[in-house]
Every structure is written in structure tokens, then in C-alpha cells.
């Protein structure tokens, strides 16, 4: 049995759907297919709750925004024939209705799982009608009822015993299965998600429930790339790749897999192939289990959407240990995650994922011990296997505000280039 995971920019289109269904009907046997929301809905969601959650006026706007992308996609592929679409789309935009009808909770992270969930769910109640008119017996599994999580909303944990057991079932028969990515649900029906760009981790915690004999991710690229070659000319493909060169790149902030992907999968060995969706042919990269010499090129790393943060305590008391683990503590609380960590005496810098909800609470809860500084305006770029002369290419005259170098990485903080 194999897993496939199609995201996003998969499925951004009508065509996208139709080339889906072209690759899923050459698959012979048991397959399950694990779909994220359609181009760029969870961000267009992420509008939704955010402007919810704010009591903001534009909400109802930004509902519309979501449900004229989906419709403007569902009349290509339906045409006249909308009885069957029409009667599973419509309840979800009715609850996603309610739901903004309704006053937010105090819960920010609830309210978003709740709203940006249904990018999920729309694009695999799309994506399994279409098939169904296609001649594709898919079955249509709700991930909700067997990815269990605890309720640590927007960053769930997810308890492999219990979706075990749960997915087993789900999944048990010899068929083609559609579900969501990144969602998921707790053992009382709450719904929650596993962090942005978590549907490759969904992919994998599947593949290794259901002992996949391999994970397939379908891309708008033609594998591992050493850039990304939508801001570089000159990338190449990396063919092989091992577990542990795969988790220190998608840790770096590489798009091509979320970093908690590998681990469910080297935990059982399955491989993860990562090919291009446009040329599914081609051989594309694989990564796996390898302990011999891998001759990388320097990969590097630009990833955006950061905010350097520099904390100074206000009575100037060292940075200790204590003080650490508490500013962990709070971003932890905030979801905010740390892409790069540096201290002095005195006063200490980060590198965290941008949030505007959460980031400004955030800096409000810190604001009576530290004087806090930030610069919204920052990429974080890092360098694997860097070598003199891609550091001098990349960075060049730029202004550096914080520089890290080991052995194999260079990381540099630096001003956003408008390109
Ligand atoms: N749709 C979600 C996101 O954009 C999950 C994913 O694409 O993997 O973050
Ligand atoms: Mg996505």
C-alpha cells in the first residue's frame, strides 16, 4: 500500500484536479491520498479567522474570497452536472457560516484550527466527488475521526496508539482512499491542525500507521532541489538523499518537506519520494535510509515570512539558563517557533515565524521584563555544505544582523531583498 500527498499548488486549478485523478488512476493498488487545501486557501483562511477572531468587519469579505475560488474551479470540472457537488459543499460553507455568525471564543489558536480546517476539507470533498464522476472509486475518509491530538491547537500532538487503531480501520480496505492533510481531531470532536505545511506530516503519520511500503509527495518541482528555483537559475536536483540530511533541511526552513515529516518514516523505514506532479515520469528524489558519503552540492535556504526579536531584561540582569527556558516557555505558549537562536551578556536575538495575532501578544507579555526590539522585515538564509563562494554570492555587501556558522551550516539574518 501507498501513500500519495498532493499539495496545494497541486490542485490550485481545475486542471490540477484532473491531472490528480490522472496520476491516481495509474496506481494499481491500495492507495490512500492525502490532499492539502487548494493553492493558497489556508492563507486566504487564515484572513478568515484572523479577522474573525479580531471582530473585524471585513470578515464576511474574506469568506467570499474562499468561496469563489473554490466555486470558480468546481463549475470548470462540474459544468451543468452539480447535483452531487453541490449537495457536499454546500453544509460545509453552511457551518463555516455559523461558525463566523457566532461570537469568537477567547481562544485564538481554537477559532483558527475550527475555520482554516475547512481549506482541507473542501478541496478533498472536491477533490472525491470529481473522481467519482471520473469512474475513481475513492472513499472519502474524514481524518478528523482518526488522527487523534491532544488539544494543543494549531500545533497538535498527535497519539500514534489510538489513531492507530482508528486508522486501521478506516483504512482497511484494499481501495483508493481520499483524505485531508493537515487537520486532525481530538478524542472529544474538537479539530485541530499540526502547524503550517503540515500535510506531508499527516502523509507520513499515515504511512506509518498503515505500514505503507512508501510515501510519494507530488510537487511543482522535479524533486529535491538545491534552491529554490522559483528565486535561483542555476538549481539542481539532489537524486538521494538520507533521513538525517532530509531533517536538518526542512529544519533550516527548506519548503520541500515539513520537518517532522521524516521521522515517522525512518522510524519504520518506508521511503519518501518526492517527484514533480507535472512530469510524474520522471525519476524525481528519493530519501532514505543511508549511512555511506553523500557528495551534496551547498544547498541553501531562503525562508521568509520572519521577524528578528532581541530581548534586553529592562534591570539588566544576565541572560541564565532560567530566563531561556522561560522565553521558550512563552513563545512555546504563542506557537511561535524559533528558526535561529543567538545570546550575549545581556541580551538575546531570535529568529521566530511570523504571526500577527500572536506575535503582538507575545511582545505584550515580555514588554514588563525586557525591553523588546523587532524588525518584521528579515529573511533567514541558510547555507548547508557551504563552501567560500556561494557565501560570497549570496550575501555579498548585504547587511548581516546575525551571522551563525558550524562545520556544515552558515546562517545569516538579512534585510528582505525586494526581488
Ligand atoms: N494547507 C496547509 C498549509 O498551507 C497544509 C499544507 O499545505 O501542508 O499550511
Ligand atoms: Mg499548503
Known amino acids: 500500500m501507498k501513500v500519495y500527498k498532493f499539495g496545494g499548488a497541486s490542485v490550485k486549478s481545475a486542471d490540477g484536479v484532473r491531472n490528480l485523478c490522472g496520476i491516481v488512476s495509474r496506481e494499481r493498488g491500495k492507495l490512500v491520498v492525502v490532499i492539502s487545501a487548494m493553492g493558497k486557501m489556508t492563507n486566504a483562511l487564515e484572513v478568515v479567522a484572523n479577522s474573525f477572531f479580531s471582530h473585524r468587519p471585513d470578515t464576511g469579505r474574506a469568506l467570499q474570497a474562499v468561496i469563489d475560488y473554490h466555486e470558480h474551479i468546481v463549475a470548470e470540472l462540474f459544468c451543468d452536472n452539480r447535483a452531487e457537488i453541490d449537495a457536499a459543499l454546500s453544509p460545509l460553507y453552511d457551518r463555516l457560516r455559523r461558525i463566523l455568525a457566532d461570537k469568537p471564543s477567547l481562544s485564538y489558536d481554537y477559532e483558527y484550527d475550527r475555520i482554516v480546517s475547512f481549506g482541507e476539507l473542501i478541496s478533498t470533498t472536491i477533490v472525491a466527488t470529481y473522481m467519482h464522476t471520473q469512474g475513481i472509486g475513492a472513499r472519502f475518509v474524514d481524518v478528523r475521526g482518526c488522527i487523534i491530538t491532544d488539544a494543543n491547537h494549531r500545533d497538535a500532538n498527535v497519539n500514534m496508539e489510538i489513531s492507530g487503531t482508528l486508522c486501521r480501520k478506516a483504512f482497511a480496505e484494499e481501495a483508493i482512499y481520499v483524505t485531508q492533510g493537515f487537520i486532525a481531531g481530538t478524542e472529544t470532536n474538537q479539530t485541530t491542525t499540526l502547524g503550517r505545511e503540515g500535510s506531508d506530516y499527516s502523509a507520513a503519520i499515515l504511512a506509518n500507521l498503515l505500514d505503507a511500503e512508501s510515501v510519494t509527495i507530488w510537487k511543482d518541482v522535479p524533486g529535491v532541489m538545491n534552491a529554490d528555483p522559483k528565486l535561483y537559475d542555476d538549481v539542481k536536483i539532489i537524486p538521494l538523499l538520507s533521513y538525517k ?175
Open 245 to 419: 540530511e532530509a531533517i536538518e533541511l526542512s529544519y533550516c526552513g527548506a519548503s520541500v518537506i515539513h520537518p517532522k515529516t521524516v521521522k515517522p518514516l525512518k522510524n519504520k523505514r518506508i521511503p519518501l519520494h518526492v517527484k514533480s506532479f507535472v512530469r510524474p515520469d520522471e525519476p524525481g528524489s528519493v530519501i532514505e535510509e543511508f549511512t555511506g558519503r553523500l557528495d551534496l552540492p551547498p544547498i541553501y535556504i531562503n525562508k521568509n515570512n520572519q521577524v528578528l526579536l532581541s530581548l534586553t531584561p529592562r534591570d539588566f540582569s544576565f541572560i541564565a539558563e532560567e530566563r531561556l527556558s522561560k522565553i521558550f516557555a512563552v513563545l512555546a505558549s504563542y506557537r511561535l517557533k524559533s528558526s535561529l537562536v543567538q545570546t550575549s551578556a545581556i541580551s538575546f536575538s531570535l529568529c521566530v515565524d511570523y504571526n500577527e495575532v500572536n506575535f503582538s501578544k507575545m511582545v505584550e507579555e515580555l514588554h514588563d521584563e525586557y525591553e523588546v526590539l523587532y524588525n518584521t522585515d528579515v529573511e533567514l538564509i541558510t547555507i548547508r555544505h557551504y563552501t567560500k563562494e556561494i557565501v560570497d554570492k549570496l550575501i555579498g555587501e548585504r547587511t548581516v544582523f546575525v551571522e551563525q556558522r558550524n562545520r556544515l551550516t552558515a546562517r545569516f539574518v538579512v534585510p528582505v531583498e525586494r526581488r
